[in-house]
T-cell receptor, first 114, second 110 residues
Framework: DTAVSQTPKYLVTQMGNDKSIKCEQN?????MYWYKQDSKKFLKIMFS???????INETVPNRFSPKSPDKAHLNLHINSLELGDSAVYFC??????FGTGELFFGEGSRLTVL | KNEVEQSPQNLTAQEGEFITINCSYS?????LHWLQQHPGGGIVSLFM???GKKKHGRLIATINIQEKHSSLHITASHPRDSAVYIC????????????FGEGTQLTVNP
């Protein structure tokens, strides 16, 4: 049973399109995150949610809109995709929200914008 | 200059060798994480530590808070240890803001 699952794993789309990546965790964790990994493999936090409430929006363009329908799900919607959005997006969860606690990552979603 | 620096960036070893990957940071932290990213892309948390030393199988992680330095050691390395190892520091703020190092690409040859 996958602890943190993301779909889709691969996404290829044209510039200007809107796309979503879904994330679900079955660990009962209160905190979920979206991270972006660029072409140089550098990871950076995008968003952090605790109990469906946005805690961190780390200078991400407002074309990116996270949505948490419940504490087990954190979806990422991206409007008007740009070439620079091409990256691998990782969802993660942890038990604690002050500090991080041990992180559990999804498998990643590789987004390619043409 | 990054707040988290890892060395070396790339490391090639022969099977059986003892491996050390270093991480230095320049900010106050509440904890430090070591992560492993497999060639297939998945990321796994190896250790989270705030003091001293932790051991899991052939992996050992140490941290020196005063010197702002951590090391990840792999004993009796194996080709399946080939991966990117990432150090990340946690400032302990609400909601968490992990700052990541750039990773160390480890290749263990048979």
């Amino acid at each position: 049973d996958t602890a943190v699952s993301q779909t889709p794993k691969y996404l290829v789309t044209q510039m200007g399109n809107d796309k979503s990546i879904k994330c679900e965790q079955n660990l009962g964790h209160d905190t979920m995150y979206w991270y972006k990994q660029d072409s140089k493999k550098f990871l950076k936090i995008m968003f952090s949610y605790n109990n469906k409430e946005l805690i961190i929006n780390e200078t991400v363009p407002n074309r990116f809109s996270p949505k948490s329908p419940d504490k087990a799900h954190l979806n990422l919607h991206i409007n008007s995709l740009e070439l620079g959005d091409s990256a691998v997006y990782f969802c993660a969860s942890s038990q604690v929200w002050f500090g991080t606690g041990e992180l559990f990552f999804g498998e990643g979603s590789r987004l390619t914008v043409l | 200059k990054n707040e988290v620096e890892q060395s070396p960036q790339n490391l090639t070893a022969q099977e059986g060798e003892f491996i050390t990957i270093n991480c230095s940071y320049s900010v106050g932290i509440s904890a430090l994480h070591w992560l492993q990213q497999h060639p297939g892309g998945g990321i796994v948390s190896l250790f989270m530590l705030s003091s001293g030393k932790k051991k899991h199988g052939r992996l050992i992680a140490t941290i020196n808070i005063q010197e702002k330095h951590s090391s990840l050691h792999i004993t009796a390395s194996h080709p399946r240890d080939s991966a990117v190892y990432i150090c990340a520091v946690d400032r302990g703020t609400s909601g968490s803001r992990l700052t990541f190092g750039e990773g160390t690409q480890l290749t263990v040859n048979p």
